[in-house]
């Protein structure tokens, strides 16, 4: 089972790209073939139904979209902007979900994935409002999220230097994360053998 892992964050020492690796860390060690991408990497403009029909799909929301179809599970992080997840991811989130041929069926990116979610914040909040609205924005999707989530508050001063979290009860949760979304693809795939 591959997973794919991404942040809604392109920031330097994001907050949620720590958090990610911590997640990523823990799906590699039940097993998981984990690829983690930079959304950096993949320049898209703003989404643009004239642009889409004049050009066609950029050709980052090509490479990305392909990436996806090759893995069953997401590992997502998602910083909150005013309540809201971020921007970048929701226009990624968009592009993919476009058709590049008429052959393809609709939402084929997303055909049977499964998300598992979480956010970091310098608030107290720690992201709990922005996953509740990227949690209906897969479930519009066709994606299956997890009902487990890791949120990770007063970020800017959880961190050790060398990447784990202070709080060991956060660390065992967000390593676990990544190891169930392992485990529940696995499960998947064996009930469909």
């Known amino acids: ?4 892992a991404l942040s809604g964050s392109i ?3 994001s907050f949620n790209s720590r958090l990610l690796d911590i997640a990523v860390a823990g799906a ?8 983690v991408v930079n959304l950096r990497d993949y ?10 029909y004049q050009e066609g799909a950029p050709d ?6 392909n990436l996806m179809i090759q893995h069953q ?3 997502i992080a998602s910083p909150e902007y005013n309540g809201f997840p971020s921007p970048l991811l929701k226009n990624m989130l968009d592009w993919m979900s476009r058709q590049q041929n008429e052959h393809e069926p609709p939402m084929f990116a997303y055909n049977g994935k499964i998300a598992a979610v979480m956010a970091a914040s310098p608030g107290a909040g720690g992201g709990t409002r922005g996953l509740t609205i990227l949690r209906i924005l897969l479930q ?3 994606v299956m999220a997890l009902p487990g989530q890791v949120t990770l508050g007063q970020a800017g001063q959880a961190f050790r230097e060398d990447g784990r979290l202070h709080e060991e009860r956060l660390q065992l949760a967000a390593e676990s994360l990544g190891s169930d979304l392992y485990d ?9 053998d």
């Open 73 to 75: 599970g997401l590992l």
């Open 11 to 13: 920031r330097e020492k």
């Open 28 to 35: 590699k060690s039940a097993g998981a073939e984990v690829t």
């Open 140 to 142: 519009n999707l066709g």
């Open 43 to 52: 320049d898209m403009p703003l989404f643009n139904q004239d642009l889409e």
């Open 1 to 4: 089972m591959k997973i794919l």
């Open 60 to 65: 980052a929301v090509v490479q990305l979209k």
């Open 184 to 192: 529940v693809l696995m499960k998947q795939a064996s009930e469909l």
